[in-house]
Structures are given as structure tokens and as C-alpha cells.
């Protein structure tokens, strides 16, 4: 079971929030895996109160969760929610976010851990990272309480733009609270293609930068582009 803390999660009203992260948060709640001492807390644009928020969870986790939805898990998981409205740009916002996690930890008993997860588009990276700086909700000088940062999505779109990211992203948080996290590369089938090479005699000595030039993976999907188009 993990130790308390309070997750923020950074474009919450998103795709991936809502078919995956949402739903996966509650399945942990479910097995277990959640402390008494957690809190969940959305960020977003949206104007709504937290009560709006977790009706909109409540509608994820029950459609898309593995496990089955049991009531007394969701109104224990939903004690610790809350919602935050505002831009990436917007002082007050992040001065409530601070406000919001500074009530978490004496509600909830989050103890001052608090993890960013940023499912948001790489372009926004920079500007959330440096509103938790600016806004004292980081201190990189210090292992406990603990503050973390997980990055999904592309890390940068070539090697120049990676390294001037963790620059940035390093500069607020100590590189062992950073995690990145592209949820393509840990797909079955690129799983399966590594195995397929280095499991068969015939494939691994030609399977290399000498005789292939490129590799072209298609991932075929039955629903639309839905809001992701940006």
C-alpha cells in the first residue's frame, strides 16, 4: 500500500484522464492499493465545484474501471477529491491549488507528499512547472515530505528539445522525483517485436541500424479523434 499523498492531475477533463487515468486511480482504490491518506485533485479550465468533478469521476470510473464499482469504495475514495479551476497562466489558480493541498494534508492526512501528474500537451510543460516553482509548491532541497512529477507524453520532439525540457524540469524538481511516461513504447506490440528479435537466431543480426532503415508502427483505433485534435 502506498504512503499518504495527494495527486494533482493536470488536464483532467481530458481523453486520457477520463478513459484512463480516472478509472485506474479508482481500481487501485478498489484492490487496496489506495492509504486512507489520499487525495485526488483536478486542475483544469472548466468552471465547475468539486461536487461537478465527481460526478464527472464517478461517470468514468463506473464505465470504463476493471473492477467492479462498489459504493463504499467510491464514497471513501471521494472524500479526499477536489477540483480546481483555472488556466495554466493564472496566479490566483495556482495560489488556490496551494490552498487546496495545504487542506488535503490536514483533512486527508496527506502529510505534505504531493505528486503532478501533467497529461497535458507538451507545449504546456513549461509554463505548469514554473507556476508550481513560482508558487512555493515544490522544494527539491528536501526528501520528506516529497514532491513528484510525472511527465506523459512526449519528453521533447528531438534530442535538442529533450534536454532543454530536463534543463527546465530539473531545475524545480531533484531528478529521482521526475518520471516519464510516453504510453506508446510499452505497448504489447512493440513488447513483442523486442522479443521476436532477440529470441530468434534468424532475426537479431540483421535487426539492427545496418540493414534497417526505418520502422513504421500503425496503432488502428475504432473510436474518432473525439477532443484531440490539438
Not at 75 to 94: I, M, P, Y
Request: charged residues 25%; aromatic residues 10%.
Amino acid at each position: 500500500v502506498a504512503g499518504p499523498c495527494a495527486l494533482v492531475m493536470f488536464g483532467v477533463t481530458g481523453d486520457l484522464a477520463r478513459k484512463k487515468l480516472l478509472p485506474a486511480i479508482y481500481d487501485l482504490a478498489n484492490r487496496g492499493l489506495l492509504p486512507p491518506g489520499f487525495g485526488l485533485v483536478g486542475f483544469a479550465r472548466r468552471d465547475w465545484h468539486t461536487e461537478q468533478f465527481c460526478e464527472d469521476v464517478r461517470e468514468s470510473v463506473q464505465a470504463r474501471a476493471r473492477t467492479p464499482f462498489r459504493e463504499e469504495v467510491w464514497q471513501q475514495l471521494v472524500e479526499g477529491v477536489r477540483f480546481v479551476s483555472g488556466d495554466f497562466g493564472d496566479d490566483a489558480a495556482f495560489e488556490n491549488l496551494r490552498a487546496t493541498l495545504n487542506e488535503l494534508d490536514e483533512a486527508q492526512g496527506t502529510a505534505g507528499n504531493h505528486a503532478f501528474y501533467l497529461s497535458i500537451p507538451p507545449k504546456r510543460f513549461d509554463a505548469v512547472i514554473e507556476q508550481l516553482n513560482r508558487h512555493g509548491l515544490v522544494d527539491k532541497s528536501r526528501d520528506r515530505p516529497w514532491n513528484r512529477v510525472v511527465i506523459e507524453k512526449p519528453f521533447g520532439h528531438d534530442l535538442a528539445s529533450a534536454q532543454d525540457l530536463e534543463r527546465r524540469v530539473s531545475s524545480v524538481f531533484a531528478s529521482d522525483s521526475v518520471f516519464r511516461i510516453d504510453h506508446y513504447l510499452g505497448k504489447e506490440t512493440v513488447q513483442n517485436m523486442l522479443a521476436l528479435r532477440f529470441a530468434n537466431e534468424l532475426f537479431e543480426p540483421v535487426w539492427n541500424r545496418n540493414y534497417v532503415s526505418h520502422v513504421q508502427i500503425t496503432m488502428a483505433e475504432d473510436i474518432g479523434i473525439g477532443g484531440r485534435a490539438g
